[in-house]
């Protein structure tokens, strides 16, 4: 099974996937889990250079060069990381996948939201998640939160408000697209009823029976 986490940086997703994680081994100890990222990856050093490259406040990148090294480092990724990992029947958990591509580059940067979709398509084949929670959080309340908690930030991160607002934009119009995949998460509440909500819907939701009822061979009530 795949799922991923999305929202705007700040809201909270690399905490919520840790946490998570810790819950689901103490509730469901025969899940074989793999946690990953994007940019980047789990034991992807390939990936995680790319990754090095484009959030370094140092880089100068234009928009289609930062599309394409997002791209390259996410074919990488999937090749050494999510597909062997489906195929072995794992439980993959993913910080930013596809849509934080199109969030990101599309709409807030601008690039032409066909060449997105053709580019995605022919370098993720058919890897779509299963479930997608995204993180509810406002622009204005990521940003707090970014200021209070991050010493330093890195070159998404210190985009403009504005930049983050598309960005958020953005999130809401592939929500609309696609309801039956997404599951939202009120990220404004603390960290342990985020927590409740998100395992809640994950382990009541079908898929994740479905998942268990085949793959897994024991569950602890």
Known sequence: MFITFEGLDGSGKTTTIGKLAQELHKKFPELNLVLTREPGGDKV????????????????LSDMAEALLYTTSRRVHLEKVVWPSLKEKKFVICDRYIDSFYAYQGYARGLDLDFIKQITTLVIEDAIPDLTFFMEFTPEEAHKRREETRLVKDRMENEKMAFHEKVYAGYKELIKQNPERFILIDASKTMQEVLEEVFEKLTNHPKFKEYCNKYVKSQSN
Do not use: C, N, Q
Not at 46 to 52: C, D, K, P, V
């Open 45 to 60: 050093p390939e990936a995680e250079r790319i990754r090095e490259i484009i959030l370094d406040k140092a880089s100068d």
